[in-house]
């Protein structure tokens, strides 16, 4: 088994680290977005396909690898200092992962999705398996630098992170979340237009993921709402098409539902039955 080692730190830091460990041609795409895009083409005696990325500011970055390896590798990735969340789809093969050479090991099996933070100086570890296509994205959020979206922030932190400094979870198939990726594969290839498209899939996923683990079922859509009128109107600024039959709907419908939270009319929903493990 080859065993390779990521030191974490700046966007640009990561994706040289990934060069150095398995070779190939790397491309970053500067805009006028302030949205930088890296690719990491690979052909070597280790693996072939390609990396990808997208680092939005601080409010959150996206992964997603398409790769083969030619033989077993583990890959040991250093604990980060922001205290990101990780919220990951694997749309095929398998992803194993530890935290620590010997811990406990779990998997993320083809269209599951899976959920990871680590405070803890332990490093975290993920092992491939060898000639095997596999095919899995990772939505990185941190949670201890200036944000933004605080209120949602502290929500991600609050149900996706333990005292011990280790939390996993492993989903079952969600086809809502297996829709959003594949939706991500036709945006446009390039321009503004691009960059808010995808930003607003990967929030809603994470709205997804934030919506199954709480208790609410109405609470939720509510910063749902809120970010997709606010996307919407940020596309209608890019494009000449009239988007107020759009955006109508979607301030009706925010605005009842902020009158049923205030008059406490919430609907509940019994509490979500998730498997932790650590």
């Not at 333990?162 to 939390?167: E, Q, V």
């Amino acid at each position: 088994m080859k065993k390779l080692y990521i030191n974490t730190g700046s966007f640009d830091a990561v994706f040289n680290n990934l060069k150095e460990s398995f070779g190939g041609n790397l491309k970053v795409n500067v805009n006028k977005v302030n949205v930088n895009e890296y690719k990491l083409t690979i052909k070597s005696k280790w693996a072939k396909g390609s990396i990808t990325g997208v680092r939005f500011e601080k409010e959150m970055s996206y992964l997603s690898f398409d790769l083969t390896f030619n033989q077993e590798v583990s890959l040991s990735i250093e604990s980060n200092p922001f205290s990101p969340v990780f919220f990951a789809y694997c749309e095929n093969g398998n992803v194993l992962h530890s935290f620590g050479a010997n811990g406990a090991i779990n998997c993320l099996k083809k269209q599951q999705s899976g959920i990871l933070s680590n405070s803890s100086t332990i490093n975290s570890v993920l092992y491939f398996q060898s000639h095997q296509q596999i095919q899995f994205s990772i939505i990185g959020m941190p949670t201890t630098i200036e944000n933004q979206e605080i209120d949602f922030v502290s929500q991600v932190k609050k149900i996706f992170t333990s005292n011990s400094g280790n939390y996993i979870y492993i989903g079952d198939k969600n086809h809502k979340i297996e829709d959003k990726s594949q939706k991500l594969k036709i945006l446009p290839n390039q321009g503004a237009l691009r960059y808010v498209l995808m930003k607003s899939i990967l929030r809603e996923i994470l709205e997804l993921e934030i919506a199954q683990h709480s208790y609410n079922y109405l609470t939720p859509f509510v910063p749902i709402l809120n970010f997709a009128v606010k996307q919407l109107s940020e596309i209608k600024k890019l494009s000449d098409i009239g988007f107020g039959h759009i955006i109508a709907p979607a301030l009706y419908l925010k605005r009842n539902l902020q009158a049923r939270t205030l008059k406490g009319k919430l609907l509940e929903l019994e509490p979500y039955n998730q498997k932790l493990a650590s």
